[in-house]
C-alpha cells in the first residue's frame, strides 16, 4: 500500500507559478511509475505529466510547456512545477503511483496506477 499526499497548491493569479508536491511512502520511490492528473469541475480528468521508472518525463498536448515533472528520492517526494499560470488551470490535482516496474514512451492512461493521492486545489484568477 503506498500512501500519496499531495500540497502546494492554493488560489493564485494568472502569470503566477506553483510548485506542487507529493509526499510517497515507501521504500522503493525510486522505480515508482508517476504521475499528475487535473480535474476541473464538470471535466474528466485528464493526464499532465508522469515519470517512469527510470526517470523519463511525459507530458499531454495540453500542458504547452509550462509543467514540469521532477522528483527528489531521498525525499520520497514528486514536484509539478506549473509555470504562467491561467485561468483553464484551475482544477484539483491529483498524485497516482504504482509500485511495479514501467518503461513509458507516452503518457500512460489512468488504468497504469493502483494509489492515488487525495488532492491539491489549484484555483487561478485573472
Known amino acids: 500500500q503506498v500512501q500519496l499526499v499531495e500540497s502546494g497548491g492554493g488560489s493564485v493569479q494568472a502569470g503566477r507559478s506553483l510548485r506542487l508536491s507529493c509526499a510517497a511512502s515507501g521504500d522503493t520511490f525510486s522505480t515508482y511509475c508517476m504521475g499528475w492528473f487535473r480535474q476541473a469541475p464538470g471535466k474528466e480528468r485528464e493526464g499532465v505529466a508522469s515519470?517512469?521508472?527510470?526517470?523519463?518525463?511525459t507530458y499531454t498536448d495540453s500542458t504547452k510547456g509550462r509543467f514540469t515533472i521532477s522528483k527528489d528520492n531521498a525525499k520520497n517526494t514528486l514536484y509539478l512545477r506549473i509555470n504562467n499560470l491561467q485561468p483553464e488551470d484551475t482544477a484539483m490535482y491529483y498524485c497516482?503511483?504504482?509500485?511495479?516496474?514501467?518503461?513509458?514512451?507516452?503518457?500512460?492512461?489512468?488504468?497504469?496506477?493502483?494509489?492515488w493521492g487525495q488532492g491539491t486545489q489549484v484555483t487561478v484568477s485573472s
Open positions: 497516482a503511483a504504482r509500485e511495479s516496474r514501467c518503461s513509458w514512451l507516452v503518457f500512460p492512461p489512468t488504468t497504469q496506477f493502483d494509489y
Open positions: 515519470m517512469d521508472s527510470y526517470g523519463r518525463a
